[in-house]
């Protein structure tokens, strides 16, 4: 598996997402925000946490508009992979490859503490490392995390089997306790919650690691 890490100014988990994913067997390429073109042969672009750009605006729509980023749509046009986390997944709802927008948290405050998500589909590449409902312990940090469409949308989205994961004491006020969808094709997952923080004992907890596994389990057969 080849994987592309996006780097814009204010991303802080670039690093730690491409730790993740070379631990998982991956060949990881960093991609500069003001790069026109993805290196060849990649497989999945990875969108990492952060505060592209400090949040001006709106969270992720400034780097949203970067020049990478009509590439990563391209890629995901032609049926590539993508997974955008937290500052990314908000990137991903600026570039309209996934429904919807995270608004601030419901408290208004911003919010670092491991949460339970209980994993609501294995049906993709991103959750067939675990059995549907199951819970997991991620981390999750962020102050815009609140996700929100409309009726239309979260019908759709449960109907469709898209909804990734959901939280289980929700933290920030998001719809239907929704922490990450999937896109139609099932190949681009946003998410609030960070898994590469939860890819390594040593940090704290191991629960991350099947996500990455199961992507290099997918991509390299395919």
């Not at 026109?36 to 990875?46: F, H, K, M, Q, R």
């Not at 922490?179 to 919650?193: E, K, Q, T």
């Amino acid at each position: 598996m080849h994987a592309a890490v996006i780097v814009f100014p204010g991303s802080n988990c670039d690093r730690d997402l491409a730790v993740a994913f070379e631990a998982a067997g991956a060949k990881v390429s960093m991609v500069w925000h003001k790069d026109t073109a993805l290196p060849e042969g990649v497989d999945i672009v990875g969108i990492p946490g952060g505060f592209s750009y400090g949040d001006y605006l709106r969270c992720g729509a400034i780097a949203a508009n970067s020049p990478i980023c009509g590439e990563v749509a391209a890629h995901a046009q032609r049926g590539g992979y993508v997974m955008g986390i937290c500052n990314g997944f908000q990137v991903l709802t600026e570039t309209g490859l996934l429904p919807g927008a995270l608004l601030r948290n419901a408290g208004l405050k911003y919010i670092c503490k491991t949460v339970g998500l209980r994993v609501a589909t294995s049906d993709s590449a991103f959750t067939s490392g675990y059995h549907a409902d199951s819970v997991i312990n991620i981390p999750i940090a962020h102050h815009d995390g609140n996700y929100y469409a409309d009726a239309d949308t979260i019908a759709r989205l449960q109907g469709e089997d898209r909804v990734a994961f959901t939280y289980t004491d929700n933290p920030n006020g998001a719809q239907a306790d929704i922490a990450g969808i999937l896109s139609a094709n099932r190949r681009v997952l946003g998410m609030m919650p960070h898994p590469e923080r939860a890819a390594d004992a040593g940090h704290g907890g191991t629960d991350g690691v099947a996500l990455f596994r199961a992507l290099a389990g997918e991509l390299v057969t395919a």
